[in-house]
């Protein structure tokens, strides 16, 4: 089946510095790559959908300049958290969407990155 | 979005027993459903799906039963194992392409 990988698994930071996860397919082309935010004994929130070669879509109340997302590429995409603060310790997920068929829902999910601010 | 809640219920079951976790939706235009499997500090783990135009579809010791005319999706687990202890999602798919929106989740515990 279709692999996403994330990088890092963990990452600890002090408030005020900004950390990159990466998202990649590893044996597919993901035309649309998922981000998702999910808070302890809470379900996934998507935050935003990027396509390959063009902006980010934000959900409300996600602040796009503290999020950035770049999807440079079919196989990478890379959530930036600038300025972190504490309140956004939490466990980032990425999805990919592979292209190539025009009626596909699949959806398959990364090992999620834990992120504590401290 | 709809269908997040800040509450995890909480399934117990006895090893060998069969579960049956359930989850309504919200929105009548959703066509496509998964059920996904999330172990602790894990990614989702896809399960079974289903369409809309199916009310029910096995796989291997799991079911997934769709009824639309109450907007309730549940997910069978046959000779549950300690394996199987999770916490699972349901996921609905309301366009053609666009993204999911989950369901609160339960957790399942298997009891030996």
């Known amino acids: 089946g279709a692999v996403v990988s994330q990088h890092p698994s963990w990452v600890i930071c002090k408030s005020g510095t900004s950390v990159k996860i990466e998202c990649r397919s590893l044996?597919?082309?993901?035309?649309?790559m998922f981000w998702y935010r999910q808070f302890p004994k809470q379900s996934l929130m998507l935050m935003a959908t990027?396509?390959?070669?063009?902006?980010?879509?934000?959900e409300q109340g996600v602040e796009k300049d503290k999020f950035l997302i770049n999807h440079a590429s079919l196989t990478l995409s890379t959530l930036t958290v600038t300025s972190a603060h504490p309140e956004d310790s939490s466990f980032y997920i990425c999805?990919?969407?592979?292209?190539?068929?025009?009626?596909?829902?699949?959806?398959?999910f990364g090992p999620g990155t834990r992120l504590t601010v401290t | 979005g709809e269908s997040v809640g800040l509450h995890l219920p909480t399934l117990s079951v006895q090893e060998g027993d069969n579960s049956i976790i359930n989850c309504a939706y919200s929105?009548?235009?959703?066509?496509?459903f998964i059920w996904y499997k999330q172990e602790s500090g894990k990614g989702p783990q896809f399960i079974i799906d289903?369409?809309?135009?199916?009310d029910k579809r096995q796989g291997q010791r799991v079911t997934v039963l769709l009824n639309k005319t109450v907007k309730h999706l549940s997910l069978q687990i046959a000779a549950t194992q300690p394996g199987d202890s999770a916490v699972y999602f349901c996921?609905?798919?309301?366009?053609?392409?666009?993204?999911?929106?989950f369901g609160p989740g339960t957790r399942l515990s298997v009891l030996p």
């Open positions: 999805s990919a969407r592979g292209g190539g068929r025009v009626l596909s829902y699949e959806q398959y």
């Open positions: 044996d597919f082309q993901a035309t649309t």
């Open positions: 990027s396509n390959e070669g063009s902006k980010a879509t934000y």
């Open positions: 929105n009548s235009a959703s066509d496509y």
């Open positions: 289903i369409r809309s135009n199916m």
């Open positions: 996921a609905e798919n309301s366009y053609y392409g666009q993204n999911f929106v």
